[in-house]
């Protein structure tokens, strides 16, 4: 492959002329945390960061555990400010910045400490680390046993781009700009999570009514507000799941339990099953506007059946329900039923050991508000619209990521130039 004028080939790519390939360890002094034994640690109990503290780009300091710490642990294993801290086991990689939260903690041996030995930009050090991780690069320097590890000597030989001291502050500069509306949309999008959290608390227990309704609040069965035929509130196929050899490439589909997003389902689906065999489990077949619930596993996690959907089958894992359309409103059951799972009510009444199970008579059974259909309509619409704020948002969110994974595929190649 021809390599363009100005650029050159290299170990990790093609790279400007004037940039040059370093290692990890060429650029920062890199030490390993304090080792975790409660029976051998003696000393002061001081606060530290574990793996779980270190997120992409930010600490997480609200559960910090203590550890104990002589005199010369104090001094070895205290952090700075700027410091930079990279998973070594787990997520591989997985990196942030020290900013001096809190006045004293420490770190344990799940981390790696990094702090630069000539200038080496601590922001960039961490695009670079994420732009590896993402590309699987790093898996080429992991001792894996039950889980990954980046062992200092190895973590030391990753090649890295050396750009000038300049251009490493203007690549960085960049990026934590796109970092910056990441975060943005991300605060943002909890807020509304949470305002929709407060609103479907008041809305759907009757604490705040709408202007235009009163009288008291009472409960019906949820069988009460389902379609009056046979199978209105069923099961996947009973017994165990389908087979795999029973799946066809196209067919009837198949809803699973990786399809319920608390959502309309709008997941390609990817298994199905011929129209002979959709006929022997035609008992648990499912339409537009069914909602479809997890029934062992993640306990209530939901799904709506789009209105372009013509037939589908549910898996043994899942049930259905089939609303009366004159005395249900869809959305607000929807709300409603998630509004249990975020209370843990399906915990409170399923069935079995080591594994839950919400049975159908419990489904059936469970509580929904005896309101009018123009009520539930109208809670309905208040729920979804602020569902739809937080779903662009999301897409919002998914785009900005996007952007920024473009900016680092050509920031951190040299392909566009800042300086």
């Given at each position: 492959?021809?390599?363009?004028k100005?650029?050159?080939?290299?170990?990790?790519?093609?790279?400007?002329?004037?940039w040059?390939?370093?290692?990890?360890?060429?650029?920062?002094?890199?030490?390993?945390?304090?080792?975790?034994?409660?029976?051998?640690?003696?000393?002061?109990?001081?606060?530290?960061l574990?793996?779980?503290?270190?997120?992409?780009?930010?600490?997480?300091?609200?559960?910090?555990?203590?550890?104990?710490l002589?005199?010369?642990?104090?001094?070895?294993?205290?952090?700075?400010?700027?410091?930079?801290?990279?998973?070594?086991?787990?997520?591989?990689?997985?990196a942030?910045?020290?900013?001096?939260?809190?006045?004293?903690?420490?770190?344990?041996?799940?981390?790696?400490?990094?702090?630069p030995?000539?200038?080496?930009?601590?922001?960039?050090?961490?695009?670079?680390?994420?732009?590896?991780?993402?590309k699987g690069?790093?898996?080429n320097?992991?001792?894996?046993?039950?889980?990954?590890h980046?062992?200092?000597?190895?973590?030391?030989?990753?090649p890295i781009?050396?750009?000038?001291?300049v251009?490493q502050?203007?690549i960085?500069?960049a990026?934590?700009?796109?970092?910056?509306?990441?975060?943005?949309?991300?605060?943002?999008?909890?807020?509304?999570?949470?305002?929709?959290q407060?609103?479907?608390?008041?809305?759907?227990?009757?604490?705040?009514?709408?202007?235009?309704?009163?009288g008291?609040?009472?409960?019906?069965?949820?069988?009460e507000?389902?379609?009056s035929?046979?199978?209105?509130?069923?099961?996947?196929p009973?017994?165990?799941?389908?087979?795999?050899?029973?799946?066809?490439?196209?067919?009837?589909?198949?809803?699973?339990?990786?399809?319920?997003?608390?959502?309309?389902?709008?997941?390609?689906?990817e298994?199905?099953?011929?129209?002979?065999k959709?006929?022997?489990?035609?008992?648990?077949?499912?339409?537009s506007?069914?909602?479809?619930?997890?029934?062992?596993?993640?306990?209530?996690?939901?799904?709506?059946?789009?209105?372009?959907?013509?037939?589908?089958?549910?898996?043994?894992?899942?049930?259905?329900?089939?609303?009366?359309?004159?005395?249900?409103?869809?959305?607000?059951?929807?709300?409603?039923?998630?509004?249990?799972?975020?209370?843990?009510?399906?915990?409170?009444?399923?069935?079995?050991?080591?594994m839950?199970?919400?049975?159908?008579?419990?489904?059936?059974?469970?509580?929904?508000?005896?309101?009018?259909?123009?009520?539930?309509?109208?809670?309905?619409?208040?729920?979804?619209?602020?569902?739809?704020?937080?779903?662009?948002?999301?897409?919002?969110?998914?785009?900005?990521?996007?952007?920024?994974?473009?900016?680092?595929?050509?920031?951190?190649t040299?392909?566009?130039?800042?300086?």
């Amino acid at each position: 492959m021809e390599v363009r004028k100005g650029y050159k080939q290299t170990d990790i790519g093609v790279i400007p002329e004037d940039w040059e390939v370093t290692t990890v360890g060429n650029e920062f002094s890199i030490q390993l945390g304090k080792m975790l034994d409660a029976e051998k640690n003696v000393g002061i109990p001081k606060p530290f960061l574990g793996n779980r503290s270190v997120q992409w780009g930010r600490i997480d300091i609200s559960d910090l555990g203590l550890i104990k710490l002589t005199p010369s642990d104090l001094q070895r294993f205290r952090l700075r400010e700027g410091d930079l801290l990279v998973c070594e086991g787990g997520e591989v990689g997985r990196a942030a910045i020290w900013n001096k939260p809190i006045e004293e903690c420490y770190y344990q041996k799940a981390l790696h400490r990094l702090r630069p030995k000539r200038g080496y930009n601590t922001v960039l050090m961490i695009n670079i680390l994420q732009h590896l991780a993402s590309k699987g690069f790093l898996l080429n320097y992991v001792t894996q046993t039950s889980i990954a590890h980046l062992p200092k000597d190895k973590f030391e030989t990753v090649p890295i781009i050396l750009p000038t001291l300049v251009e490493q502050e203007a690549i960085a500069e960049a990026l934590s700009d796109a970092d910056a509306l990441i975060e943005a949309v991300e605060q943002l999008l909890t807020k509304k999570r949470q305002v929709k959290q407060g609103a479907m608390s008041e809305l759907l227990t009757g604490k705040r009514r709408l202007a235009e309704f009163s009288g008291k609040w009472e409960l019906r069965s949820l069988v009460e507000y389902v379609k009056s035929e046979k199978f209105a509130i069923v099961d996947g196929p009973f017994g165990t799941q389908m087979k795999v050899d029973e799946y066809v490439s196209e067919g009837v589909p198949v809803i699973e339990m990786e399809h319920l997003e608390d959502r309309i389902i709008s997941q390609r689906l990817e298994r199905h099953i011929t129209p002979e065999k959709f006929e022997q489990l035609k008992r648990s077949a499912v339409y537009s506007g069914d909602i479809v619930i997890s029934k062992t596993g993640s306990l209530g996690h939901l799904g709506i059946i789009p209105d372009n959907f013509e037939k589908g089958i549910i898996t043994s894992r899942l049930a259905k329900i089939t609303l009366d359309n004159a005395r249900a409103n869809r959305s607000f059951i929807f709300q409603y039923l998630l509004k249990l799972r975020n209370d843990g009510y399906w915990e409170r009444v399923s069935q079995g050991g080591t594994m839950q199970i919400l049975g159908i008579g419990m489904l059936q059974n469970v509580p929904i508000p005896d309101i009018s259909l123009a009520e539930q309509t109208a809670i309905a619409e208040i729920l979804s619209d602020m569902d739809a704020e937080i779903s662009a948002l999301e897409e919002k969110l998914v785009k900005a990521r996007q952007v920024k994974a473009g900016m680092m595929s050509e920031l951190l190649t040299g392909k566009v130039r800042l300086v």
